[in-house]
């Protein structure tokens, strides 16, 4: 089983930014599309971004376009997700997913187990 472990949460205001990180185990990390979700209290998860393989390729939900960078370095087996400008709406767990891209949650075969971003207005 891979690990994914989520890192860089916390309690920020409006207009603030963070930065998210995902470590993952195994040397097959670079074989796989990664991939941000977040799920608020009551609501479904959503897709947020996703990076291929090699880096070069993201895609990004309309609500964060502009806003958030999705990243990997798969030399460190890690991926990121820069998040500016951020919104009260933008409060979630953040997950990251290990996978084959698309914007499905079904297209993820591993999943960390959260971290927690809280925007103040």
């Known amino acids: 089983q891979v690990q994914l472990v989520e890192s860089g949460g916390g309690l920020v205001q409006a207009g603030g930014s963070l930065r998210l990180s995902c470590a993952a185990s195994?040397?097959?990390?670079?074989?796989?599309?990664m991939g941000w979700f977040r799920q608020a209290p009551t609501k479904e998860r959503e897709f947020v971004a996703a990076?291929?393989?090699?880096?070069?390729?993201?895609n990004y939900a309309d609500s964060v376009k502009g806003r958030f960078t999705i990243s990997r370095d798969n030399a460190k087996n890690t991926v990121y997700l820069q998040m500016n400008t951020l919104k009260p709406e933008d409060t979630a767990s953040y997950y990251c997913?290990?996978?084959?891209?698309?914007?499905?949650?079904?297209?993820?075969?591993?999943w960390g187990q959260g971290t927690q971003v809280t925007v103040s207005s």
């Open positions: 990076v291929s393989r090699s880096g070069l390729y993201t």
């Open positions: 195994g040397r097959t990390f670079a074989n796989y599309a």
């Open positions: 997913a290990l996978g084959h891209a698309g914007s499905i949650s079904q297209q993820y075969d591993y």
